[in-house]
């Protein structure tokens, strides 16, 4: 591979002394089992009284949202264009995702169209700071209070990023984290977090996560086991002081691309006053086949995110949506195409794929 789309192992080439000193220890103190010290790092990074580690993203968000309380009959809304486990953590609470359509500039839920999706069963709003950048979250609290409804952030691509000066994961009732390894703060394995300020919160998640108890074998209800494993921990420890100069560099890859692409396809836009964490550079372009083909004859990895928007996917073909509903996301599922983004990425790097789909992009 020429140019990888991420890049894990150039990434540990930098951090190889630290990560391993930390994995050694670990093992030394055979402390296998929960991150307490990571969990105190990342709290204190994001800024929110407590962090949760859990055992992935898509247990953060069903833990967050069951610990809230929700279940059969309830509504959450959330965006058309995301992951599939943002509604899987709905899902798996038994209660029923709710879907609207996203905004054309920034591809995050378009806070415009939520309103119309609220009914009287509709219990909370499920924003994702997709590919890296915050949703519009001042009309989305306003339309929460309002309606009383509850907001959990899916932060799950954007690790320090920021909307009008607050962390991503701060502004909502609580908010979750994958650190899945390819995300922009990734564990050696799977791992995931719940930050949040509210106490009660914070304790009913730890506790659904560890059978339902807080005290050996004292069991207050049935849980399930989700923790973050002291490995996982230890690594984003370390790779956590790397994360904000490792989102500077996917901020100056983004520009470079930006600026060689802008004049022959959709080059992605920052709303005002955004912190972008570029977890995914996104274009779009009208003859995607014929980029991707060329891309991955040139030895370039490329991908889609995502190529099915969630309302029409077999999962949830059971609720009954149909494209029309989304014109903005199921629009623009041909045209999307994601580029190498990571870290390591060298100027050289980027200027070749720039320089490569300009051979074949209309
Ligand atoms: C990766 C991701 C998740 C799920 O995280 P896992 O750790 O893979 O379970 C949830 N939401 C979004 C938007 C994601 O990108």
Same mark, same amino acid.
């Given at each position: 591979?020429?140019?990888? =789309? %991420? +890049?894990?192992?150039?990434?540990?080439?930098? $951090?190889? &002394?630290?990560?391993?000193? /930390?994995?050694?220890?670990?093992?030394?103190?055979?402390?296998?089992v929960n991150s307490r010290s990571f969990e105190a790092d990342f709290a204190?990074?994001?800024?929110?009284?407590h962090c949760v580690g859990v055992g992935n993203?898509?247990d953060a968000?069903?833990?967050?949202?069951?610990?809230?309380?929700?279940?059969?009959?309830?509504?959450?809304?959330?965006?058309?264009?995301?992951?599939?486990?943002?509604?899987?953590?709905?899902?798996?609470?038994?209660?029923?995702?709710? =879907? %609207? +359509?996203?905004?054309?500039?920034?591809?995050? $839920?378009? &806070?415009?169209?939520?309103? /119309?999706?609220?009914?009287?069963?509709?219990?909370?709003?499920?924003?994702?700071?997709?590919?890296?950048?915050?949703?519009?979250?001042?009309?989305?609290?306003?339309?929460?209070?309002?309606?009383?409804?509850?907001?959990?952030?899916?932060?799950?691509?954007?690790?320090?990023?920021?909307?009008?000066?607050?962390?991503?994961?701060?502004?909502?009732?609580?908010?979750?984290f994958?650190f899945?390894?390819?995300?922009?703060?990734?564990a050696?394995?799977?791992a995931g977090a719940v930050v949040?300020?509210?106490?009660?919160?914070?304790?009913?998640i730890r506790?659904?996560g560890?059978?339902?108890?807080?005290?050996?074998?004292?069991?207050?209800?049935?849980?399930?086991?989700s923790r973050m494993d002291g490995?996982q921990g230890?690594?984003l420890?370390?790779?956590?002081?790397?994360?904000?100069?490792?989102?500077?560099?996917?901020?100056?890859?983004?520009?470079?691309?930006?600026?060689?692409?802008?004049?022959?396809?959709?080059?992605?836009?920052?709303?005002?006053?955004?912190?972008?964490?570029?977890?995914?550079?996104?274009?779009?372009?009208?003859?995607?086949?014929?980029?991707?083909?060329?891309?991955?004859?040139?030895?370039?990895?490329?991908?889609?995110?995502?190529?099915?928007?969630?309302?029409?996917?077999?999962?949830?073909?059971?609720?009954?949506?149909?494209?029309?509903?989304?014109?903005?996301?199921?629009?623009?599922?041909?045209?999307?195409?994601?580029?190498?983004?990571?870290?390591?990425?060298?100027?050289?790097?980027?200027?070749?794929?720039?320089?490569?789909?300009?051979?074949?992009?209309?």
């Amino acid at each position: 591979m020429k140019v990888n =789309f %991420v +890049d894990l192992k150039a990434q540990y080439k930098t $951090i190889k &002394p630290e990560v391993d000193a /930390a994995i050694a220890e670990v093992i030394a103190n055979t402390a296998f089992v929960n991150s307490r010290s990571f969990e105190a790092d990342f709290a204190n990074y994001i800024g929110t009284k407590h962090c949760v580690g859990v055992g992935n993203g898509t247990d953060a968000l069903f833990m967050a949202m069951k610990s809230m309380g929700f279940g059969p009959g309830d509504e959450l809304i959330t965006a058309a264009n995301t992951f599939i486990a943002t509604a899987e953590g709905i899902g798996w609470t038994g209660a029923t995702p709710v =879907f %609207v +359509d996203c905004d054309p500039v920034t591809y995050c $839920i378009d &806070p415009a169209k939520i309103e /119309a999706a609220i009914t009287p069963n509709t219990k909370a709003i499920v924003p994702v700071h997709l590919y890296g950048q915050a949703a519009d979250m001042d009309p989305i609290m306003e339309i929460a209070a309002k309606h009383g409804l509850k907001v959990i952030e899916d932060c799950a691509q954007s690790h320090g990023g920021t909307y009008k000066g607050r962390v991503t994961g701060t502004i909502g009732d609580a908010g979750c984290f994958s650190f899945y390894p390819g995300k922009n703060l990734g564990a050696y394995g799977d791992a995931g977090a719940v930050v949040t300020n509210d106490e009660e919160l914070a304790t009913k998640i730890r506790k659904l996560g560890d059978h339902g108890s807080n005290v050996k074998y004292q069991h207050d209800f049935q849980g399930t086991n989700s923790r973050m494993d002291g490995i996982q921990g230890a690594v984003l420890s370390v790779k956590l002081k790397h994360l904000d100069k490792w989102s500077a560099r996917r901020n100056a890859v983004a520009a470079r691309y930006n600026a060689g692409l802008k004049d022959v396809c959709i080059v992605p836009q920052t709303a005002d006053d955004i912190k972008h964490v570029w977890h995914l550079y996104v274009i779009q372009v009208n003859n995607r086949e014929e980029v991707m083909k060329h891309l991955t004859e040139q030895d370039i990895a490329c991908g889609i995110h995502y190529p099915v928007a969630l309302p029409v996917t077999p999962a949830y073909a059971g609720l009954g949506y149909n494209a029309d509903q989304f014109p903005v996301a199921c629009g623009i599922q041909d045209n999307i195409l994601s580029l190498p983004m990571h870290g390591d990425l060298t100027d050289e790097d980027v200027d070749l794929v720039i320089s490569e789909v300009l051979k074949v992009a209309k």
